[in-house]
DNA sequence: ATTTATCTACGAAAATATTCGTAATAAAAT
DNA sequence: ATTTTATTACGAATATTTTCGTAGATAAAT
């Protein structure tokens, strides 16, 4: 881990580092058989997604006898982070504000949520007044 | 307008609409104008790219004399809405939650903006707590 | 009137992303 | 031992998105 993501995963490389974010490690097997579950899905098809990624070093793998474990090399954070900046930008022209607005007027976001997102506002607040 | 947009625009597109919202009506050249102040892009691309989103009925145009007029077909805040959807599908698995609380982590939000953030949630508790 | 500039239409090239067929290999099952 | 099954590697087909060249038309400039 450790490598600041700067270019972006596709939407089905993201899709395969969610499940790996997940598991862990896990073999193509797995990581297309939970693909499976949402979408129609070749094996082949994940296998190279998963290989294609390797060669980007977005995935380490390492051999255990005859097949492969993989493992995301990007974390889920910071991963987040950086699709969250780019989100913003070409959405929200750049206003976390908007976005962020918008997310809790028609997102379901629950009271014990509103609760947890006042605490991390009060922080911020005190942080900002110093 | 008043057609909810289902299909997500291409990157390219939300750049070109993003401008139109601004604009309201626009030429080709206007856009493209207003393009070039952050990436190069040649006036032909930007008319293809005006012409397949007419197409799809993203924009609508009038003509005026020689040249076309065009117009976004699609709301801004519907379109912001869709794609944070998707956004927070794909990128928090389904958690706005999530999502609000990397923005105000780490996106740049003022306190006045906080304030206004604070306003809202005090409206939502309200709300469900009907 | 001719030339120049500007616009649209159209098709196709280029770039990117996704899907899958086939072959080689090795393990597991019969 | 042979067959069946599961795995990887690889190349290529398909699909999608982006870019742009060329041609035709019309207005503006000379």
């Given at each position: 881990?450790?490598?600041?993501?700067?270019?972006?995963?596709?939407?089905?490389?993201l899709?395969?580092?969610?499940?790996?974010?997940?598991?862990?490690?896990a073999?193509?097997r797995q990581?297309?058989?939970?693909?499976?579950?949402f979408?129609?899905?070749?094996?082949?098809?994940?296998?190279?997604?998963?290989?294609?990624?390797?060669?980007?070093?977005?995935?380490?793998?390492?051999?255990?006898?005859r097949?492969?474990?993989?493992q995301?090399?990007?974390?889920?954070?910071?991963?987040?982070q950086?699709?969250?900046?780019k989100?913003?930008?070409?959405?929200?022209?750049?206003?976390?504000?908007?976005?962020?607005?918008?997310?809790l007027?028609?997102?379901?976001v629950?009271l014990?949520?509103?609760d947890e997102?006042?605490?991390?506002?009060?922080?911020?607040?005190k942080?900002?007044?110093l």
């Amino acid at each position: 881990m450790e490598n600041i993501p700067s270019i972006k995963p596709t939407e089905s490389e993201l899709e395969i580092l969610q499940i790996l974010w997940q598991l862990g490690k896990a073999t193509v097997r797995q990581v297309n058989d939970e693909l499976s579950k949402f979408k129609e899905v070749g094996y082949t098809t994940t296998l190279k997604l998963m290989q294609i990624m390797h060669e980007k070093h977005i995935l380490s793998r390492t051999e255990e006898g005859r097949y492969h474990l993989y493992q995301a090399e990007i974390g889920e954070e910071q991963t987040q982070q950086l699709l969250l900046g780019k989100f913003v930008d070409a959405t929200f022209r750049g206003s976390a504000m908007k976005l962020v607005m918008q997310a809790l007027g028609n997102q379901d976001v629950s009271l014990d949520e509103l609760d947890e997102i006042k605490k991390l506002i009060a922080e911020k607040e005190k942080n900002l007044n110093l």
